[in-house]
C-alpha cells in the first residue's frame, strides 16, 4: 500500500508543478541608464544611475559628485526601492530610493538618508545620463 501511494505522488508531481502559481512578469523594466536629481534638506543630488533588472530583482551602479557605489534593489509593481552608498562632508552613508513609475515612465518618490535620517524627494528619467553635481 505504501508503495502504491509513493508512486501515485511521484507520478503527480509533474503535474503539480505545472499548476502551481509562477511569479508574475513586473509591470515595468527599469533596465538602462537613468538621470536622478532631487533635494535633501537643501542638499541638491544629480546622479546617473545605470540599473540592471532580472525578474523584481535591481542591481547596478550609480555616478555621483562622490563616487562610483553600487546599487541594489527590488520592484514591486511599478514601486522601486534601491540604495547605494556614498559620502556626504567625508562621512560614509546610504541612500534608499522609493519611487513610483508613471505612465510617462519617469520615476517620482522620496530619498532617505541614513545615518543622517535626512529626508527628500527626487525624480528621474531613465534614458539620460547627468553629469553629477561637483
Same mark, same amino acid.
Given at each position: 500500500? #505504501?508503495?502504491?501511494?509513493?508512486?501515485?505522488?511521484?507520478?503527480?508531481?509533474? !503535474?503539480?508543478?505545472?499548476?502551481?502559481?509562477?511569479? !508574475?512578469?513586473?509591470?515595468?523594466?527599469?533596465?538602462?541608464?537613468?538621470?536622478?536629481?532631487?533635494?535633501?534638506?537643501?542638499?541638491?543630488?544629480?546622479?546617473?544611475?545605470?540599473? $540592471?533588472?532580472?525578474?523584481?530583482?535591481?542591481? @547596478?551602479?550609480?555616478? /555621483?559628485? =562622490?563616487?562610483?557605489?553600487?546599487?541594489? @534593489?527590488?520592484?514591486?509593481?511599478?514601486?522601486?526601492?534601491?540604495?547605494? %552608498?556614498?559620502?556626504?562632508? @567625508?562621512?560614509?552613508?546610504?541612500?534608499?530610493?522609493?519611487?513610483? $513609475?508613471?505612465?510617462? %515612465? =519617469?520615476?517620482?518618490?522620496?530619498?532617505?538618508?541614513?545615518?543622517?535620517?535626512?529626508?527628500?524627494?527626487?525624480?528621474?528619467? #531613465?534614458? /539620460?545620463?547627468?553629469?553629477?553635481?561637483?
Amino acid at each position: 500500500m #505504501k508503495r502504491w501511494i509513493l508512486c501515485a505522488l511521484a507520478a503527480a508531481m509533474p !503535474a503539480l508543478a505545472a499548476t502551481a502559481p509562477r511569479a !508574475a512578469a513586473p509591470d515595468v523594466d527599469l533596465s538602462g541608464t537613468w538621470s536622478i536629481s532631487g533635494d535633501v534638506q537643501g542638499v541638491g543630488v544629480e546622479e546617473t544611475c545605470t540599473v $540592471v533588472q532580472q525578474d523584481a530583482a535591481l542591481s @547596478g551602479s550609480c555616478d /555621483t559628485s =562622490t563616487g562610483k557605489y553600487d546599487l541594489r @534593489g527590488k520592484l514591486d509593481g511599478r514601486t522601486a526601492t534601491f540604495s547605494h %552608498g556614498g559620502k556626504y562632508q @567625508g562621512s560614509d552613508l546610504t541612500i534608499t530610493f522609493t519611487g513610483k $513609475v508613471g505612465a510617462d %515612465g =519617469t520615476m517620482t518618490g522620496t530619498m532617505d538618508v541614513d545615518p543622517f535620517n535626512a529626508t527628500g524627494s527626487f525624480s528621474a528619467k #531613465k534614458g /539620460t545620463a547627468a553629469k553629477p553635481a561637483a
